[in-house]
């Protein structure tokens, strides 16, 4: 049971990258609450986008509503974070993560609500 990450790399301010997560080991279809985090130098990680459960609406942070866009493809296990109009700012190493313990609410936002965690692919954007 693992996820990998996938797709970071260096891109000019106000260029665009679409990260992957690939799930193996088990299915990401409607069982668990899905997000990515972002944690850049000498910052805490913090949650960027979120898919629920029962998939649906989505939820992003403030940072990165408009620009970024989480999606799942069930048939191919895998879940996207395309990255649009980014910025020095969004530098940081990005992280897929899943939540397998029971739900309660619909969206989790806490890095200690997820227990299933991705390796980290770093994105770098130049000014």
């Known amino acids: 049971v693992q996820l990998q990450a996938s797709g970071g790399g260096l891109v000019q301010s106000g260029g665009s990258l679409r990260l992957s997560c690939v799930a193996s080991g088990f299915t990401l279809d409607g069982y668990y609450n899905i997000a990515w985090f972002r944690q850049a130098p000498d910052k805490e990680r913090e949650s960027i986008a979120c898919?629920?459960?029962?998939?649906?609406?989505?939820w992003y942070a403030d940072s990165v509503k408009g620009r970024f866009a989480i999606t799942r493809d069930n048939a191919k296990n895998t879940v996207y974070l395309q990255m649009n109009n980014l910025t020095p700012e969004d530098t940081a190493v990005y992280y897929c993560?899943?939540?397998?313990?029971?739900?309660?609410?619909?969206?989790?936002?806490?890095?200690?609500?997820?227990?299933?965690w991705g390796q980290g692919t770093e994105v770098t954007v130049s000014s």
């Open positions: 993560a899943v939540r397998t313990r029971v739900t309660y609410v619909r969206f989790y936002t806490r890095r200690d609500e997820y227990n299933l």
């Open positions: 898919i629920p459960r029962s998939g649906g609406t989505t």
